[in-house]
């Protein structure tokens, strides 16, 4: 028999998480896209030398798909280590299953192929959040993850 811990038992609580709703979610897009225009030019200058330092030519056919693969790492690693990025955290907003579990990266690249898909029918899928019963966007639903209110303990709800 083991002698008690000094330490408290952790209380079990659960934790019920909202559903954001689209205005709440277009602010940390906001948010996000200022961040990832940032990261895009580093990357951008990151692979000028390999183009002599000269401006990519828009008949270029790799130069958007390496942006393309970039903004998915970007977007891909934040939802997959905490279902956060700035502008979700900053809107105390987390990116997680419909059970409430972290993606993977599987359901990540779902996510991110539906989301430009949305995006390039005119915000249609983004916009269906507003109508959609369960707030969800096209991107939720294919990738069967959604965003979720998280204000609990400023945020902190123990997901890592």
Not at 12 to 35: H, Q
Not at 89 to 113: E, M, S
Not at 125 to 131: A, H, Q, R, Y
């Amino acid at each position: 028999m083991s002698p008690p811990s000094p330490f408290p038992a952790k209380p079990e609580t659960s934790i019920t998480l909202k559903k954001a709703g689209f205005f709440r979610r277009a602010a940390a897009l906001a948010y996000d896209s200022l961040l990832l225009a940032a990261v895009l030019f580093a990357a951008t200058a990151a692979i000028l030398p390999l183009n002599h330092g000269e401006a990519f030519a828009p008949d270029n056919f790799y130069y958007p798909i390496y942006l393309i693969l970039v903004s998915f790492l970007f977007y891909g690693w934040f939802w997959t280590h905490g279902g956060q990025t700035l502008g979700l955290r900053a809107w105390k907003l987390r990116v997680l299953t419909f059970g409430q579990q972290p993606i993977t990266w599987q359901q990540a690249l779902c996510r991110f192929l539906a989301a430009m898909l949305s995006f390039a029918l005119l915000g249609l899928g983004f916009l269906w959040i507003i109508v959609d019963k369960n707030k969800c966007g096209w991107h939720d639903s294919l990738s069967k993850t959604t965003v979720y209110h998280d204000d609990s303990r400023n945020g902190k709800s123990g997901y890592t």
